[in-house]
Nanobody, 123 residues
């Protein structure tokens, strides 16, 4: 079992920045893919950004590309999501997920999830 804990959400204004963090309970193996998904009530959980833990390759969904940056701190078993130039459409609950099988943009393939952290962007 892997436990993930997210933090850093909050209420901000459009154009502001916010950084989320997700800390895993144990060692993350090189084959693991860690990602941030976001979900609005009534909609499917959608991929926002992800990273291959071993090689550090980064992947972004089109709506966040150029504004969000995903990164990791191997020593802390932590992945971050730096969000810049936030927009109202970024409002969602953000979840950290782990897929032991590697790169995936589909939420159903992920084995572990954090509890989620709310990000609200006002206009």
């Amino acid at each position: 079992q892997v436990q993930l804990v997210e933090s850093g959400g909050g209420l901000v204004q459009a154009g502001d920045s916010l950084t989320l963090s997700c800390t895993a309970s144990g060692r993350i193996f090189s084959s693991t893919f860690m990602a941030w998904f976001r979900q609005t009530p009534g909609k499917e959980r959608e991929f926002a950004a992800g990273i291959r833990w071993g090689v550090g390759s980064k992947y972004y969904a089109d709506p966040v590309k150029g504004r969000f940056t995903i990164s990791r701190d191997s020593g802390k078993n932590t992945v971050y999501l730096e969000m810049n130039d936030l927009k109202p459409e970024d409002t969602a609950v953000y979840y950290c997920g782990v897929d032991r099988g590697g790169y995936s943009r589909t939420y159903s393939t992920y084995e572990y999830w954090g509890q989620g952290t709310q990000v609200t962007v006002s206009s």
